[in-house]
């Protein structure tokens, strides 16, 4: 089971833009001959961009991420490697916005700054989500591409996408962080549809490998 909530408010008067995004979700899976339940999503995102126009589709900007999960997450060996804002990442800075609309933009910061939280009791005997051993928190400064692509494919069929990449000037910044979302909707009638996510993250300090999500599944679907 799976539930997701996925709110835009936008506001633009004159040459001031102002886009704001919410996320909220949260799965659960549980397969036969497993003795414990697993999470499959679990977040609270916010995003919120600020542009004032510059010249044609170009502004000027800032911009503010946050993201953090709910439940407590475990590893195989059922130790708690996570909880509430624990691990929580904060992003923000200037830079320059690019929108044809609101279903295609892209903003470039060369001056962003990253902090990472996490509570003292998992950094205790080593680091944890790239916060150093017997630290609470980590801050990076970089520079960051984010991307958002919204399309209809078909009739009731639209897919949503967003990227952002992050390089950390202060350490290793060929080591990009990758952050790739995709969300596709296939509406049955006004109430039921089908939906496929798939996420894939990469980030060095954390876990040097990539991480996948993938979740298909037939559910119900309001819009308000």
């Known amino acids: 089971g799976n539930l997701g909530v996925n709110y835009d408010f936008n506001y633009k008067n004159g040459d001031v833009v102002w886009d704001n995004k919410f996320i909220l979700a949260y799965g659960l899976s549980k397969i036969k001959g497993d003795a414990k339940t697993a999470k499959t999503d679990d977040r609270i995102e916010l995003n919120s961009l600020w542009g ?21 997450g475990s590893d195989k060996n059922d130790l708690k490697i996570s909880h509430f804002f624990s691990p929580a990442y904060f992003q923000f800075g200037p830079g320059f916005l690019w929108k044809k609309n609101d279903n295609l933009s892209v903003n470039f910061s060369p001056a962003a700054a990253k902090l990472i939280e996490v509570h ?9 989500f790239g916060v150093l051993q017997g630290d609470s928190s ?23 996408n967003r990227l952002n990449l ?59």
């Open 52 to 72: 004032k126009k510059l010249n044609g589709q170009w502004y000027y900007s800032m911009y503010f991420n946050f993201k953090t999960q709910m439940d407590t």
């Open 120 to 128: 003292p009791h998992f950094t205790e005997f080593g680091p944890s």
């Open 138 to 160: 980590r801050f990076e400064f970089g520079a960051s591409i984010t991307g958002y692509y919204k399309l209809n494919i078909m009739t009731n069929v639209s897919v949503e």
């Open 166 to 224: 992050y390089s950390d000037y202060l350490d290793n910044p060929q080591n990009v962080d990758i952050d790739y979302q995709m969300n596709v909707i296939m509406k049955i009638n006004k109430y039921l549809s089908a939906n496929l996510a798939f996420q894939t993250i990469y980030d060095d300090n954390s876990i040097k490998a990539f991480q996948t999500r993938e979740v298909f599944g037939l559910g119900v679907n309001y819009g308000f």
